[in-house]
């Protein structure tokens, strides 16, 4: 397994995005709740597919009894998401959603991403996860980047995050230790499946 810096992984991407046939190069990047996936695959500069976007509505949540398991393998639309993964090795250009956090549900048809671009980047927690139907996701995907982070500063941000989206302190605290926290221990153990690990910060 290679291991980057981020000047290193910026180095590759630039290499990535200069390709200049076929169908996108597809690059996941996967980590723990709080890592900084999505900030991570901003900063990139290429188009992104959300792996949040595919979370299922709080209404199906709410049938399947997962609402405050939400975040959880069995909370996302995987099946969706493993279409549009394979729509995208075909070259084509799709639409998919993205999750906004401030009302709590992904907005359909929301992004963009062109078929003929060099480079998507794909982010999200069970990239690399192979129950409940994402052993589907890995063989679609060319590179699959786990982030490491430190724990402690994670814990630290999923907190305010879930503070500033409308969640009391108390509320935050609870909902990281009994629900984020099992999910960063699973995502933990498909850190070795990954094709490079990225120190981020």
């Known amino acids: 397994m290679k291991t980057y810096t981020v000047a290193e992984a910026a180095a590759r991407i630039e290499l990535l ?11 996941g990047v996967v980590g723990p709740p709080g890592a900084g996936k999505s ?6 500069a290429v188009p ?7 979370h299922f509505a709080n209404e199906h949540l709410d049938r399947l009894g997962l609402r405050n398991k939400k975040g959880a393998p069995g ?10 993964l394979r729509r995208l090795r075909a070259g ?5 959603p993205r999750f906004d956090r401030a009302i709590d549900a992904a907005i359909a048809g929301a992004v963009l991403l062109p078929g003929d671009a060099p480079l998507i980047v794909t982010e999200g927690n069970y990239l690399l996860h ?12 060319d590179e699959v980047w786990y982030l490491d982070i430190n724990d402690d500063l994670r814990r630290d941000r999923l907190v305010a995050r879930h503070e500033r ?8 605290a609870r909902w990281v230790t009994e629900v984020d926290e099992p999910n960063a221990v699973l995502i933990r153990t498909t850190r070795q499946r990954a094709d490079a690990v990225v120190a981020a910060s």
């Not at 900030?39 to 990139?44: I, M, Q, R, S, V």
């Not at 992104?48 to 595919?54: S, T």
């Not at 084509?92 to 998919?96: H, L, N, P």
């Open 75 to 84: 909370t996302f639309d995987v099946e969706g998401l493993a279409s549009t």
């Open 130 to 141: 192979d129950n409940a139907g994402w052993g589907a996701i890995r063989p679609l995907l």
């Open 165 to 172: 989206y409308g969640r009391s302190e108390a509320d935050a």
């Open 92 to 96: 084509e250009t799709v639409v998919v």
């Open 48 to 54: 992104i597919l959300p792996m949040d976007g595919f």
């Open 17 to 27: 995005s200069e390709r200049t046939s076929g169908a996108p190069f597809l690059l």
């Open 39 to 44: 900030t991570f695959a901003e900063k990139l």
